[in-house]
T-cell receptor
């Protein structure tokens, strides 16, 4: 299957600071990328969908000014958590899809806000 | 409104046994049904997927059974192994480029 990477794999930041998470499709062009959030022992919650070169579409209840998503190329999307607070601590996972139906997930980023 | 209902929430199977996880969906526009396997602290990995034009798909020890009229699909893991212990998610989507709708997950434990 296709490979999707995420960086960093884990990050600890102080409350009030911003954190950027990168998602890259390594061996295919991702026309669409998705960002999910997952709490312990729960399912994946879709945060937003991004298409290369256009603004992301956010799910209801997700603050677009807090979770900034940029999909600047067909292989890179970034999620920036601005003014992070402890309640933003979670496991963030990106996924990428090409022209087909398959969607491949990155390894996830563990964010801890102290 | 949960569009994909997954059961059971947890499952314990003896080594060598068959693990069966079921999912039901509501949206008849769904036409792609994947299963993902997730280990703790890792991202989900695509295991196997099916389109509604076939009733069954098999890849190694993993089989998807699909019942379009009942709007149900299931994952069968044959000869379950301790290494299969993980959380399994079913999902569905209605067209390429849209987000997957996930079930709530099933935690499988295979005892040796």
């Amino acid at each position: 299957g296709a490979v999707v990477s995420q960086h960093p794999s884990w990050v600890i930041c102080k409350s009030g600071t911003s954190v950027k998470i990168e998602c890259r499709s390594l061996d295919f062009q991702a026309t669409t990328m998705f960002w999910y959030r997952q709490f312990p022992k729960q399912s994946l919650m879709l945060m937003a969908t991004s298409n290369e070169g256009s603004k992301a579409t956010y799910e209801q209840g997700v603050e677009k000014d807090k979770f900034l998503i940029n999909h600047a190329s067909l292989t890179l999307s970034t999620l920036t958590v601005t003014s992070a607070h402890p309640e933003d601590s979670s496991f963030y996972i990106c996924s990428a899809g090409g022209d087909g139906y398959e969607q491949y997930f990155g390894p996830g980023t563990r964010l801890t806000v102290t | 409104q949960q569009q994909v209902k997954q059961s059971p929430q947890s499952l314990i199977v003896q080594k060598g046994g068959i693990s069966i996880i079921n999912c039901a969906y509501e949206n008849t526009a769904f036409d792609y049904f994947p299963w993902y396997q997730q280990f703790p602290g890792k991202g989900p990995a695509l295991l196997i997927a099916i389109r509604p034009d076939v009733s069954e798909k098999k890849e190694g020890r993993f089989t998807i059974s699909f019942n379009k009229s009942a709007k149900q699909f299931s994952l069968h893991i044959m000869d379950s192994q301790p290494g299969d212990s993980a959380t399994y998610f079913c999902a569905a989507r209605d067209q390429a480029g849209t987000a997957l709708i996930f079930g709530k997950g099933t935690t499988l434990s295979v005892s040796s």
